[in-house]
Antibody, heavy 119, light 113 residues
Framework: QVQLQESGPGLVKPSGTLSLTCAVS?????????WNWVRQPPGKGLEWIGE???????YYNPSLKSRVTMSVDKSKNQFSLNLSSVTAADTAVYYC????????????WGQGTVVTVSS | DIVMTQSPDSLAVSLGERATINCKSS????????????LAWYQQKPGQPPKLLIY???TRESGVPDRFSGSGSGTDFTLTISSLQAEDVAVYYC??????????FGPGTKVDI
């Protein structure tokens, strides 16, 4: 049973870079799946951030593309998110999620990690 | 971009009664080559991540109770809870994956008793 677990700093200063990691257990990140990041501001809905394949191929939400970088570490079976030039608007719960097949729904989600942007 | 809307924003249903949530996409999410609607439904309880309920608009995820059903095609979709249980109190989101690799979610519908 594949499980996902997010980790990273819970507090980031404005203008800084948010860095999160999603560890994949019970399966391989090199499986035929895309790996996604989704965020949820307090009391609001879900926003897709982007996705990455184990080859390193990425796709990002156009609204965040200029600030987002994703990477894969196959040796550690994990993938990462960097979001630069953060503001208070980036305060959210950040989830990682597995896309079941290419171009499919998200069938497995991490528990989420709260990131607050504040000085 | 495909914009997803949901109605109502919230609803209150008595235990054992039917709950109906609507989702509309700004353009069709029906892929003609395979006749599949690229639409999913998720349930999110407080403090928890979203949980996949329905994919391909009407296919129930393994382990999801059969009181949950999805219907619709093209641009108009419905999630129905046939007999609301206390544990169904949650926010429900629709999501399109037609425009993959760009995904969009609806704003959510809150279901209460």
């Amino acid at each position: 049973q594949v499980q996902l677990q997010e980790s990273g700093p819970g507090l980031v200063k404005p203008s800084g870079t948010l860095s999160l990691t999603c560890a994949v257990s019970g399966g391989s990140i090199s499986s035929n799946n895309w790996w996604n990041w989704v965020r949820q501001p307090p009391g609001k809905g879900l926003e897709w951030i982007g996705e990455i394949y184990h080859s390193g191929r990425t796709y990002y939400n156009p609204s965040l593309k200029s600030r987002v970088t994703m990477s894969v570490d196959k040796s550690k079976n994990q993938f990462s998110l960097n979001l630069s030039s953060v503001t208070a608007a980036d305060t959210a719960v950040y989830y990682c999620a597995r896309e079941r097949d290419s171009g499919a729904a998200f069938d497995i989600w991490g528990q989420g990690t709260v990131v607050t942007v504040s000085s | 971009d495909i914009v997803m809307t949901q109605s109502p924003d919230s609803l209150a249903v008595s235990l054992g009664e039917r709950a109906t949530i609507n989702c509309k996409s700004s353009q069709s999410v029906l892929y003609s080559s395979n006749n599949k609607n690229y639409l999913a439904w998720y349930q999110q309880k407080p403090g928890q991540p979203p949980k996949l309920l329905i994919y391909w608009a009407s296919t129930r995820e393994s382990g999801v109770p059969d009181r949950f059903s999805g219907s619709g095609s093209g641009t108009d979709f419905t999630l129905t809870i046939s007999s609301l249980q206390a544990e169904d109190v949650a926010v429900y989101y629709c999501q399109q994956y037609y425009s993959t690799p760009i995904f969009t979610f609806g704003p959510g519908t809150k279901v209460d008793i």
